[in-house]
């Protein structure tokens, strides 16, 4: 099993910046793509963010290209969002999840083909 913990969420105004994190224990994710989603209220969980396992292929939600930037450090077991130039459409829990297909370039934007998920972190962004 991998536990999955977001950080880093809070309250910024329009057109400012945070980073989140999340930090994975119980098993190494180094193998695994990690994701971001995120889930506006009355709507559904959409796809933000991938990374492959190593980095090498990224994948990001058009809304978010250019603004959002996710990277991974695997020594850490931890991957993470920078968010700028943020926008009240940003305002949403923030998910992290993990796909353990393993070692694979596959970055996938369906909830369904991740198999752990975090307990989200609120982002709050005020016009």
């Known amino acids: 099993q991998v536990h999955l913990v977001e950080n880093g969420g809070g309250l910024v105004q329009a057109g400012g910046s945070l980073s989140l994190s999340c930090a994975a224990s119980?098993?190494?994710?180094?193998?695994?793509?990690m994701a971001w989603f995120r889930q506006a209220p009355g709507k559904e969980r959409q796809f933000v963010a991938g990374?492959?396992?190593?980095?090498?292929?990224?994948d990001y939600a058009d809304s978010v290209k250019g603004r959002f930037t996710i990277s991974r450090d695997n020594a850490k077991n931890t991957i993470y969002l920078q968010m700028n130039s943020l926008k009240p459409d940003d305002t949403a829990v923030y998910y992290c999840?993990?796909?353990?297909?393993?070692?694979?370039?596959?970055?996938?934007?369906?909830?369904?083909?991740?198999?752990?998920w975090g307990q989200g972190t609120q982002v709050t962004v005020s016009s």
């Open positions: 990374i492959n396992w190593n980095g090498g292929r990224t």
């Open positions: 119980g098993r190494a994710i180094s193998g695994y793509t």
């Open positions: 999840a993990a796909d353990r297909s393993g070692f694979t370039f596959r970055v996938t934007p369906h909830e369904y083909d991740y198999d752990y």
